[in-house]
C-alpha cells in the first residue's frame, strides 16, 4: 500500500524469489476445528480438542501418559517441580541447547552442569555425563538435537546406576524413534515443543509425556498444585491446595489448530523426510570432497527432518556462505550459541570437563530452509546455491 510495486514484492514473486527459513504451515482441518471452537461455549483447556488431541497421543504413544501445556518450556518446568529438585541438587545437562532447557531447571534452585557433546549429532555424551556425576546429581536432560536420538542405553544406565531422573527435552523430536521406541518416552518425563518453529505446531504449544508410575506427580503440578484432576474423577472428596504447581495447562482454541496438525503428522514427517534426504544426496559430493560436514544419523535412530544442517570449516566460512546465500535469495541461519558462554550460564552453572565440541562446532554449524512448504526444486536449488560457493559443479 503506497508502495510502488517493484519496491515490494508480492507474496507470488516472494515465493518464487526467497526462501525464508521457516514458514509454518496449516496442513488439515485447522480452521474448521478453530470455528467449532469459536461457535461454542468451551474456551479453557480440558474441552473437546484438548481431549481429541491426549486421545491422538494416547494412541501414537501407548504405555504414557500425556499433558497438554502451553508450551515445552511449562512442560519442562513442571517436570522440574514434579522431580522435587531444589537448592542444592545439580541438574547434567547440554550447554548445546536452546535457553528453557537451563532455566526450567535453575529456576528450582538447582545447580546446572554443563558438558560436552557428540559432534556428529551434536547431542549430549554419555561419557561426559558418567564424568560429571557427584553426590549431589539429582538429573540427567538429554536433548534430541534434531529429533535425532542420544544414546538413551547408556544414559538410561547411568541414572539408574546413580538413582537420577532422566527428564527427555524432546522438543524437536516428535514421531522420533530409537530401537523403535518413541522419543520422549524413554526417560521418567519427556517434553515436546509445538511451537510454529516446530514441525506440528499450535503457535506455541506443548506436551509432557510421563511414565505411569509418575504420572500422579504431574497432574497435581499442572492443576496449579491441587487434587482437581482427582477431585473431578471422585477419588477425594476435598478439592485443595497440595503442592507447588502453576496453571499448566493448553486452552481450547490451540488445542483445536493443535488437532488439525497431530493428524496430518505422519505426512507431514514423511514430506519433512524426504526433503531432508534430498539434501543430503544433493550436498553428499561436497561432503565427500571434505569441503562441508553433513549430520550423522546414527543406526536405529528414526528422525523426523525437523533440521537439516551443514558444517563449514571456520565460523568465517560460514560468514561467507550465509552472505552468498542471502545474496541468492535464500534464509540459512545458525542455531545456538553455547549456554555455558551466556550471561545467565555464567552465573548459574559451570562446564563440567572439557569444552572440545560445544563451542568449537556450534561456530560451524549451518541451518538450511526446511518447512513444509518447501519444494524439492528449491532444497536443489539451495544445494546448487552452496556447491556453487565452493566452486563445484553439481550434476
Ligand atoms: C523449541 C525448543 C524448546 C522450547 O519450546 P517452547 O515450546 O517454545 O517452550 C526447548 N528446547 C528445545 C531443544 C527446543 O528446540
Avoid at 549431589?136 to 538435537?145: C, L
Avoid at 518413541?182 to 509432557?208: Q, R, V
Avoid at 477425594?236 to 493428524?263: F, H, I, N, R
Amino acid at each position: 500500500m503506497g508502495f510502488p510495486k517493484s519496491a515490494v514484492p508480492g507474496p507470488q514473486e516472494l515465493s518464487v524469489q526467497t526462501i525464508p527459513f521457516n514458514r509454518p504451515a496449516l496442513v488439515g482441518r485447522e480452521k474448521e476445528y478453530m470455528a467449532t471452537v469459536l461457535d461454542g461455549t468451551s474456551f479453557a483447556s480440558v474441552g473437546l480438542f484438548h481431549k481429541r488431541c491426549r486421545a491422538w497421543f494416547a494412541d501414537a504413544y501407548p504405555g504414557v501418559r500425556t499433558f497438554l501445556t502451553p508450551s515445552c518450556t511449562h512442560a519442562l518446568e513442571a517436570a522440574a517441580l514434579a522431580c522435587g529438585l531444589g537448592v542444592g541438587d545439580e541438574v547434567i545437562l547440554p550447554s548445546y541447547t536452546f535457553a528453557t532447557t537451563a532455566t526450567a531447571f535453575a529456576r528450582t534452585g538447582a545447580k546446572l552442569v554443563f558438558v560436552d557433546i557428540e559432534p556428529g549429532t551434536m547431542n549430549i555424551d554419555p561419557a561426559c555425563v558418567e564424568a560429571a556425576v557427584t553426590g549431589r546429581t539429582r538429573a540427567i536432560i538429554p536433548m534430541h538435537y534434531a529429533g535425532v536420538a542420544c544414546d538413551m542405553e547408556r544414559l538410561n544406565r547411568i541414572a539408574d546406576r546413580h538413582r537420577l531422573w532422566v527428564i527427555e527435552d524432546a522438543a524437536q523430536a516428535l514421531l522420533c524413534s530409537w530401537r523403535g521406541r518413541p522419543l520422549g518416552t524413554l526417560g521418567h518425563f519427556g517434553a515436546f515443543s509445538f511451537h510454529e518453529t516446530k514441525n506440528i505446531h499450535s503457535g506455541e504449544g506443548g506436551a509432557l509425556m510421563a511414565a505411569p508410575l509418575h504420572a500422579g506427580l504431574c497432574e497435581t503440578v499442572l492443576e496449579k498444585g491441587t487434587n482437581r484432576s482427582r477431585f473431578l474423577r471422585g477419588e477425594v472428596d476435598k478439592y485443595t491446595w497440595e503442592s507447588l504447581g502453576s496453571s499448566y495447562a493448553l486452552p481450547e482454541l490451540p488445542s483445536a489448530l493443535l488437532l488439525g496438525q497431530l493428524e496430518a503428522a505422519h505426512a507431514v514427517t514423511a514430506h519433512r523426510r524426504r526433503l531432508w534426504a534430498t539434501y543430503a544426496e544433493a550436498l553428499a559430493p561436497l561432503a565427500v570432497a571434505g569441503r562441508i560436514d553433513l549430520p550423522v544419523v546414527p543406526p536405529d535412530c528414526e528422525h523426523n527432518g525437523h533440521i537439516f544442517f551443514i558444517k563449514t570449516a571456520d565460523t568465517t566460512e560460514r560468514h561467507h556462505l550465509i552472505d552468498h546465500l542471502k545474496a541468492a535469495g535464500i534464509h540459512a541461519t545458525f542455531h545456538y550459541i553455547p549456554l555455558h558462554s551466556s550471561p545467565a550460564g555464567r552465573q548459574l552453572a559451570t562446564f563440567a570437563g572439557e569444552d572440545h565440541f560445544t563451542t568449537r562446532e556450534s561456530l560451524r554449524l549451518l541451518r538450511l530452509p526446511l518447512f513444509y512448504d518447501l519444494r524439492e526444486d528449491q532444497v536443489r536449488r539451495i544445494a546448487a546455491s552452496i556447491s556453487e560457493f565452493y566452486g563445484m559443479k553439481r550434476h
